[in-house]
């Protein structure tokens, strides 16, 4: 992708729609292109910041690694989306890693000049607080979903999320056709595997869900 090219990309990404032409220029001359496999680590907990990334095409899945190693997705990012924002703007080591679920490229933008161009574009900040604001709310939701709703309810939510983001809505079903393995679901929900895979097989028996392969479809009218 040359720079113009990038230019109008990002120009037409969530948090960069904002930014003037001239801004714009300067973000593509600076950024480049980045490609990543299927599972490839893009950085990990604990790193430094050198730089932020925004998803172009695929997903990238956000984890958190306890002292143990184990790992625990919060959640999973796609196109037109910023990864590594925080760690960017308050200087210290990345607070999650980071890696692709499928194929993906990306584009990063050095530290420096994206912290210039904050500094010079009010209108820059304020997107960039917005999107923060959503994370917020988000992980609000998360945590109020551990405490109040049992595994059931949360894996239902879950599901259709992924559906509607990362899947299709099709008539009465929202169907999952990403490959998220139950393991991956058991991280995102706090859980272990045996747990989600037994939830999976009872919502199957009661006709709320039909799994198909790796597919699962959820239908809408499957009550919480």
């Avoid at 899945?61 to 308050?90: F, K, N, Q, V």
């Avoid at 272990?192 to 039909?210: D, I, P, W």
């Amino acid at each position: 992708m040359s720079a113009n090219e990038l230019a109008v990309w990002l120009g037409k990404s969530m948090v960069f729609n904002g930014l003037d032409p001239e801004g714009l220029r300067r973000l593509g001359g600076i950024g480049r292109e980045v490609a990543l496999p299927a599972d490839a680590v893009l950085f990990e907990q604990g790193e430094e910041s050198d730089g932020l990334y925004i998803v172009i095409a695929g997903i990238v899945r956000i984890y958190i690694t306890a002292e143990d190693g184990r790992e625990a997705t919060i959640s999973l990012l796609e196109e037109g989306e910023m990864i590594g924002e925080i760690a960017l703007l308050d200087s210290l080591p990345r607070s999650a890693g980071a890696a692709a679920l499928t194929d993906t490229r990306l584009v990063f933008v050095p530290h420096k000049p994206f912290c210039e161009l904050l500094d010079a574009s009010p209108k820059l900040s304020r997107q960039v607080m917005l999107m923060l604001c959503e994370r917020v709310r988000a992980a609000n939701s998360q945590v109020e979903q551990a405490i109040f709703h049992d595994l059931r309810y949360r894996l239902l939510v879950l599901l259709r999320q992924i559906a509607v983001i990362h899947g299709r809505v099709e008539k009465d079903l929202a169907i999952v056709d990403l490959d998220v393995t139950q393991g991956m679901l058991a991280q995102m929900l706090g859980a272990s595997r045996e747990a989600v895979n037994k939830q999976l097989r009872a919502l199957a028996k009661e006709g709320r869900v039909v799994m198909d392969g790796k597919q699962i479809q959820v239908f809408k009218q499957a009550r919480l």
